[in-house]
């Protein structure tokens, strides 16, 4: 039996076109990243985790000391922030299709897991252990946000260690990070082990009667 509350109903919609969108730019975006190294030989970022330690410069000329001996690298403002051009390399390659396919895996967890949960109280199953596991398993996947966008910092540091001359004298990056997803995570990890011990004692209190 269909539930008749409006609101669940929206929300699980919305999940279900928010899946097909995914696979949808997961397929198209994977597509166009690799034509986009194929076809160029640059590849263009922004780089939202760097500052420069003297705040940013104000015209493209003042930053021609910034890669004098780096070819592979031409950095160049844009609007407040900065934007580097790469020579497409191997390891650019990697790193930019790896970025893509984690965190696509991540949505794409999340919101199976989502849909899961949405089947199960449309098929009258709200108090089941597999609702547990989903919710547990969205709140693992929102856990490693934050460490693996971290982990994308040092890794895009790396990078323009290797590619721009006197990095570390020039700029900075920006450590910053919110802890939204591993609190988040760990809420819905705690209510699911709440509901599973609901259900532990539903389960026990049918087996006594």
């Not at 390659?93 to 199976?112: N, S």
Request: aromatic share 12%; with cysteine; glycine share 4%.
């Amino acid at each position: 039996m269909k539930t008749n509350n409006r609101l669940l109903n929206l929300i699980s919609s919305i999940t279900n076109i928010a899946w097909y969108l995914n696979i949808i730019y997961i397929s198209f975006g994977l597509i166009a990243l690799l034509v986009l190294f194929v076809v160029d030989d640059h590849v263009t970022t922004a780089l939202a985790t760097v500052k420069f330690r003297e705040g940013p410069p104000l015209a493209a000329k003042t930053l021609k000391h910034i890669a004098p001996q780096a070819s592979s690298a031409v950095i160049f403002p844009k609007g407040a922030g900065i934007t580097i051009s790469l020579a497409t390399s191997p390891t650019i390659v990697i790193f930019f299709l790896t970025v893509t396919a984690i965190f696509a895996t991540l949505t794409t967890g999340i919101i199976k897991n989502l849909r899961k949960i949405f089947d199960a109280i449309k098929h009258n199953q709200p108090f089941h252990m597999s609702v547990v596991k989903s919710l547990k398993s969205i709140a693992l996947l929102l856990a490693c946000i934050t460490p693996l966008h971290l982990l994308y910092i040092y890794c895009s540091y790396m990078i323009y260690q290797d590619t721009i001359v006197d990095f570390d004298k020039q700029m900075k990056m920006v450590w910053s990070d919110n802890f939204i997803g591993p609190i988040l995570g760990a809420v819905i990890y705690i209510i699911a082990d709440i509901f599973k011990y609901g259900l532990e004692l539903k389960k026990e209190t049918e087996e006594f009667v």
